[in-house]
């Protein structure tokens, strides 16, 4: 469903008001953290990733090819129920074997859902599933050119006018 002005206000030409900002992704998430250097060991246990810098011990940036995870210290609140967000990978099983493996039991429910030990929820999706495409060049960048998206995730594509070539 698209959200958007009434119809006097929106162009023919460009499907919402000429006056706002349309969405067009994530350029980062910031997960707060007790301890910053606690935080990239435990996450390292599971994923492989590059550090793409730090401001002092305060914080740290974890790259993703052209987007990004922000680890900030200071964690205040009660560990997260509903709030999450959601992690892609090239390899679902992997991450999930890999938790296993280490000790951290996902949440029940029908996704691969998990708490760090800062209390943060997140959500392993795999790469095929999923409707956002990386751009061939970050592919390539990352090694990743062999990923696929599956056929439901095909589909979804092509019903918003995105169909894969």
Known sequence: MLLRPSEGQVSPHRPYDLGMAKLVGINHVALEVADVDEALAWYGR??????????????????????????????????????????????????????????????????????????NRVEIVGYDNIQFTKAPNVLRGMGLMHLAKNEKAKKELAEKGMALE
């Open 46 to 119: 599971f994923f492989e990733f590059e550090l793409r810098g730090r401001v002092g011990g305060h914080m740290a940036f974890v790259d993703m090819g052209d987007q990004f995870i922000a680890l900030a210290r200071g964690r205040t609140q009660p560990p997260d129920t509903a709030r999450h967000f959601g992690l892609v990978v090239d390899d679902k099983e992997a991450a999930r074997k890999a938790l296993e493996a280490a000790g951290v039991t996902p949440l029940d429910g029908p996704f691969l859902d998990f708490r760090d030990p800062w209390g």
